[in-house]
């Protein structure tokens, strides 16, 4: 597997993001024991109330912040995908935090749940992933996949975001429990996107570090001119997923997990596909 993380040692101090769920595609759990978030929550979290940085939703007839995906009314998207062919996916995102993703299947008439999805995941056409402009030009790229028994499930295969982001965010956010004796705790000049000495991270519950990683300077060499940053200008990917053969015809919900590298979240999204022989 391809570690796209840090160059330091893996399991030094100075490895700031060894707990996150990219160093383990797919392991981290969704939700928790009262939550099935398979499909994510609105806003990112359960509560009602917005919360720091970018933890924001407006309200619609539809939805409000902490509603669980899995509880959204079907849509008819008239997307159907030919078993045994290929799909084209494109996806954008607004704070890049590393790491990767994968695009699975749940049939509608199986619960709805992670490990539904974890059943049915899609490869890549590998030679095929590309950045979109703005102006919807493709721009094709060579992507890093990385599969075998490090990523869940075993055998399947992730794709590694191919634009490295900077300025993750804060230099250093203390948890809700943190105090001036925790270790390696946050000083009040690091809570906004300034530079300083690499260094160990609280690695306390609720804490937000990125103390090696936090300035302009791109994790890897961006794929092309302004294809780097949290927000990626604009930007979007490009894949072509492959449709196993062996699926029956009918509708299915399509999964997308993106597993963060530089921070402790895993992002999910849902839609509502229809296979065909």
């Known amino acids: 597997?391809?570690?796209?993380?840090?160059?330091?040692?893996?399991?030094?101090?100075?490895?700031?993001?060894?707990?996150?769920?990219?160093?383990?595609?797919?392991?981290?759990?969704?939700?928790?024991?009262?939550?099935?978030?398979?499909?994510?929550?609105?806003?990112?979290?359960?509560?009602?109330?917005?919360?720091?940085?970018?933890?924001?939703?407006?309200?619609?007839?539809?939805?409000?912040?902490?509603?669980?995906?899995?509880?959204?009314?079907?849509?008819?998207?008239?997307?159907?995908?030919?078993?045994?062919?290929?799909?084209?996916?494109?996806?954008?995102?607004?704070?890049?935090?590393?790491?990767?993703?994968?695009?699975?299947?749940?049939?509608?008439?199986?619960?709805?749940?992670?490990?539904?999805?974890?059943?049915?995941?899609?490869?890549?056409?590998?030679?095929?992933q590309a950045i979109v402009f703005p102006n919807g030009t493709l721009f094709p790229v060579k992507g890093v996949f990385v599969s075998g028994d490090l990523v869940k499930p075993a055998g399947s295969t992730w794709a590694a975001i191919p634009m490295p982001p900077t300025w993750l965010g804060p230099r250093c956010l203390p948890g809700p429990n943190d105090t001036a004796s925790t270790p390696n705790a946050c000083e009040a000049w690091e809570a906004s996107n300034v530079a300083g000495v690499c260094k160990p991270c609280p690695m306390t519950?609720?804490?937000?570090?990125?103390?090696?990683?936090d300035n302009n300077n791109p994790s890897f060499p961006p794929p092309c001119p302004d294809c780097q940053g949290v927000d990626t200008n604009g930007n979007a990917v490009y894949d072509v997923i492959k449709i196993p053969a062996t699926y029956k015809p009918g509708k299915y919900i399509l999964g997308w997990r993106y597993d963060c590298e530089a921070t402790a979240q895993i992002w999910s999204n849902c839609a509502d596909i229809t296979l065909e022989a």
């Open 1 to 128: 597997m391809v570690d796209l993380s840090l160059s330091l040692q893996a399991g030094s101090p100075e490895d700031i993001y060894e707990h996150n769920p990219w160093r383990f595609p797919g392991s981290a759990p969704v939700g928790d024991f009262k939550h099935n978030a398979a499909c994510g929550y609105a806003g990112g979290t359960p509560g009602r109330a917005a919360v720091s940085e970018e933890g924001i939703y407006t309200k619609t007839k539809f939805a409000q912040h902490g509603d669980l995906g899995i509880h959204l009314e079907p849509l008819d998207t008239n997307t159907t995908w030919k078993i045994g062919g290929e799909a084209e996916v494109t996806w954008q995102m607004k704070n890049n935090h590393g790491g990767g993703y994968q695009y699975r299947l749940c049939p509608v008439e199986d619960e709805l749940t992670e490990e539904c999805f974890q059943k049915h995941p899609l490869d890549f056409n590998q030679d095929k």
């Open 205 to 213: 519950p609720g804490s937000d570090c990125s103390r090696c990683d």
